[in-house]
């Protein structure tokens, strides 16, 4: 089975900075395109960043760009946002997702999910 494990979520005061981490098991093939998507309370969930696996084009939403960098480790399997400058509005529940295409993450239908990791900023 296909698992995205996240981890790296907490609690911070504004300001702070989180990384969080999201560990793909059990594909053979790295994903084309990755990214990390939020949902707050109340809110739709929504794309934050992704990468592309070919080219390593990165993209982060007008919100976070400056302060979010997203990253990937293929020797390590692993998917990274690195969360600067926190702000209160950046809680969420944050997702990992993993897509044979781009398309699939600019639709927010991903071949995969993780289970989500909390992040709170007061």
């Known amino acids: 089975d296909v698992q995205l494990v996240e981890s790296g979520g907490g609690s911070v005061e504004a300001g702070g900075s989180l990384r969080l981490s999201c560990e793909v098991i059990g594909l053979v093939d790295s994903p084309r395109c990755m990214g990390w998507f939020r949902q707050a309370p109340g809110k739709e969930r929504e794309e934050v960043a992704a990468?592309?696996?070919?080219?390593?084009?990165?993209s982060h939403r007008d919100s976070v760009r400056g302060r979010f960098t997203i990253s990937k480790d293929n020797a390590k399997n692993t998917l990274y946002l690195q969360m600067n400058s926190l702000k209160p509005e950046d809680t969420a529940m944050c997702y990992c997702?993993?897509?044979?295409?781009?398309?699939?993450?600019?639709?927010?239908?991903?071949?995969?999910w993780g289970q989500g990791t909390q992040v709170t900023v007061s």
């Open positions: 990468i592309d696996d070919v080219d390593g084009v990165t």
């Open positions: 997702a993993a897509a044979n295409s781009r398309s699939s993450i600019l639709a927010g239908i991903p071949d995969y």
